[in-house]
C-alpha cells in the first residue's frame, strides 16, 4: 500500500492423507458376522482449498505489528476400507472384507497477531499470538458404506474440539556475513476435551522450545534447528 503498510493474500491448496487402525469386537448375535477380534481398517486421501490474507505496519523505524488469517479449509476423503475375518452369513447378507471409505474434515481457520521491535541494531524481540478455530472439529463420521451397520452407529466418533490457541515469544541476533542465530518459546493450548479425549489423538497442552542458526548467501540460504516439547500432564477416565 505504501512504504509502512503491506497487504499480501493467496490460495491454500492442500493434500491430505488419513490412515485409520482400530481393532473390531466378534460379533455373534443375532446372527454370526465376525468371527473373532480383528481390525478395521481405512486408508483415505483427498483435497481442499482455502485463502490466506496477511497485513504489515512498520509502525516506527524499530517497531513492526503483523497480522494474519487463514481460512478453513475443508478435505473430503475418499479411498479404500476393510474388515477382516467376516463370516459366510456377513458376506451372504451383502457385507464385504474389503470396499470403499470416505469422510470429510473441516480444518480450523487461524487467526494471527504478531508484534517485533529492534532492540538494538542486531537485536529482534518478538511476540505472537493465534487463536485456533478447532471447534469445526465436531465429529469424525466414517462411511464404510455397505458395512456401516457392523459398526452399529460407532463409525461415528464425537470429537467436540475447543479453540484453541496459542502464545509464543523469541529472540533474534543478527551477526554479520549473513548468520542468524534465533532461539523461541511456544505454548500450545491443547483444543481436545476430556470427554473426547482417546488414545487416537492423546494431545495435552505444550511447552516448546526452539533454537537455531541459519546463513543467507546472495540468492539462498541454510539452517538447522533444535525443538524439544514439553507436554503437560493429563488424566482423563475413558
Do not use: C
Amino acid at each position: 500500500i505504501n512504504e509502512d503498510v503491506s497487504v499480501a493474500g493467496g490460495l491454500n491448496l492442500m493434500y491430505s492423507r488419513l490412515q485409520i487402525k482400530q481393532f473390531f469386537p466378534p460379533i455373534m448375535a443375532p446372527f454370526p458376522l465376525v468371527s473373532s477380534e480383528t481390525t478395521a481398517e481405512a486408508d483415505m486421501d483427498g483435497w481442499g482449498l482455502g485463502a490466506n490474507l496477511a497485513v504489515s505496519w512498520d509502525v516506527t523505524a524499530k517497531d513492526r505489528i503483523a497480522a494474519t488469517w487463514r481460512s478453513e479449509i475443508s478435505v473430503d476423503y475418499s479411498g479404500d476400507g476393510s474388515i477382516g475375518n467376516l463370516t459366510p452369513t456377513a458376506k451372504a447378507l451383502g457385507y464385504s472384507e474389503d470396499g470403499a471409505a470416505k469422510t470429510d474434515i473441516t480444518f480450523p481457520q487461524i487467526f494471527g497477531l504478531g508484534y517485533g521491535r529492534k532492540l538494538i541494531d542486531k537485536l529482534t524481540a518478538e511476540i505472537q499470538f493465534e487463536w485456533v478455530g478447532f471447534s469445526s472439529f465436531d465429529e469424525l463420521d466414517l462411511d464404510f458404506e455397505n458395512n456401516n451397520p457392523l459398526f452399529a452407529g460407532n463409525n461415528r466418533i464425537p470429537q467436540d474440539w475447543d479453540d484453541s490457541f496459542t502464545v509464543g515469544a523469541s529472540l533474534r541476533y543478527d551477526f554479520e556475513d549473513g548468520l542468524r542465530l534465533h532461539g523461541s518459546y511456544q505454548y500450545f493450548e491443547s483444543p481436545i476435551p476430556d470427554s473426547t479425549l482417546s488414545t487416537t489423538i492423546p494431545d495435552a497442552n505444550q511447552n516448546a522450545f526452539t533454537i537455531g542458526v541459519t546463513k543467507r548467501w546472495e540468492s539462498w540460504y541454510a539452517g538447522i534447528g533444535y525443538s524439544y516439547v514439553l507436554y503437560e500432564d493429563r488424566n482423563a477416565v475413558f
